[in-house]
């Protein structure tokens, strides 16, 4: 009884192992089985209708060719693998644009076949260039021969990476294209551009880092009129503020042009709006104006009595406020007081946000003018 026990157990050791030959059943040999070394490290890098696969050649010198699979298997590639170098590369193309999954198989000289390995990647096309959107030239300003671009904000989401702006020089014929980073706060500069001459800026996109192919939006085409800082026509504005004082001494008396009357914020407990600091006084200009500086006027009459910090915001949407800078207003009778930002900044809404007094828990203002240009 014991002998056929043991003889039991030996049987069931050996149908135990072969499970692990069986998952490899197609690649049995009479001599044993035989694997050329696999694949190692692949990675699929993408491109446009196109695709490059990598892997490591690994250390077994046997491998003399590789074949590569996709689509289910309905179609394929075969390639020889050169005796030198670390790293494979083959170029698939063309590829339509569709995720897709590859499946790498070795072979040594003898024909012996390697375990498949599977890579997954991306391969883009029209579908995605098409949806692709240029960055916005939100200032442009020309000073001491070079013209300056502001561009707003970059579809990063979907890959952006710099803008390229392509403008001619004085007295030279062929375009010169410059490439700003998406990074990039700064402006770009276009130096030695020729005033009144075309210029044209496209985005830049990758929609993965290691993408072996560049899009691109389409061109914007413009003609930029070299601006002039100017007072700006106030007619059409509108002003609000956070309160009154009474029906004549409302928000809009600091866009009528008269130093007599003034917006007045509420002194008294109980009436429209808040006593005490802070106030605040806002313009809707209704287009988009790039300010350069604004100029406030006090009224003559107790001129001390009005607000002294104050921060100068801007917002596209009288919404969503920024900070700009901070002042100090002086109570000085019907003298105009110039504050120039150090930046030139595009708002549709400008606000005063007083912080503070000189006396008075009130806030009180002749006249608001602004001087800068319409956006490009």
């Known amino acids: 009884m014991k002998n056929i026990i043991f003889i039991a157990g ?18 049995l040999k009479p001599n044993g089985i035989v694997y050329p070394g696999k694949a190692t490290d692949p990675a699929v890098l993408p491109g446009k209708n196109r695709a490059m696969l990598t892997w490591h050649r690994g250390t077994d010198a046997n491998v003399v060719k590789a074949k590569i699979y996709w689509n289910d298997f309905t179609e394929s590639k075969e390639v020889d693998i050169p005796e030198t170098g670390d790293t494979i590369r083959v170029m698939i193309a063309p590829l339509a644009e569709t995720n897709y999954s590859f499946i790498i198989y070795t072979f040594d000289g003898d024909g012996n076949q390697s375990v498949p390995v599977e890579v997954n990647g991306t391969v883009y096309g029209d579908a995605y260039g098409t949806g692709l959107v240029g960055r916005n030239v939100e200032i442009a300003e020309y000073i001491d021969n070079k013209l300056l671009l502001y561009l707003g904000p970059p579809d990063v989401t979907n890959g952006a990476i710099a803008t390229d702006i392509s403008y001619k020089k004085e007295g030279e014929n062929d375009s010169v294209t410059l490439r ?13 551009y020729a005033p009144g001459s075309d210029l044209k800026y496209r985005t830049v996109y990758l929609p993965e880092t290691a993408c072996l192919d560049t899009f691109y939006s389409s061109y914007t085409l413009k003609t930029p009129v070299p601006p002039e800082v100017k007072m700006m026509n106030r007619t059409g504005w509108d002003a609000t503020a ?44 209704q287009k988009t104006i790039v300010v350069h500086k604004i100029v406030l006027y006090m009224r003559s009459a107790v001129p001390g009595n009005t607000f002294k910090d104050f921060i100068v915001q801007r917002s596209m949407d009288g919404e969503a406020w920024t900070d700009c800078e901070q002042f100090v207003f002086q109570g000085v009778a019907l003298t105009p007081q110039p504050f120039t930002l150090a930046t030139p900044q595009a708002m549709q809404h400008i606000r005063l946000w007083c ?18 240009f319409e956006s490009f």
């Open 242 to 285: 956070d309160g009154y004082q009474a029906t004549s001494t409302l928000a809009p008396n600091v866009l009528d042009g008269n130093l007599g009357t003034v917006w007045h914020s509420n002194p008294t407990a109980g009436g429209n709006g808040p006593v005490n600091y802070p106030h605040w006084i806002a313009l809707d200009m």
């Open 355 to 372: 912080i503070n007094s000189h006396a008075n828990p009130y806030a009180v203002l002749a006249e608001f003018e602004l001087y800068g």
């Open 180 to 192: 700003v980073p998406w990074t990039e706060n700064s402006p770009g500069v276009c130096a030695g």
């Open 10 to 27: 030996i049987i069931l050791l050996y149908a135990g192992c072969k499970p692990m030959d069986s998952v490899y059943e197609e690649y």
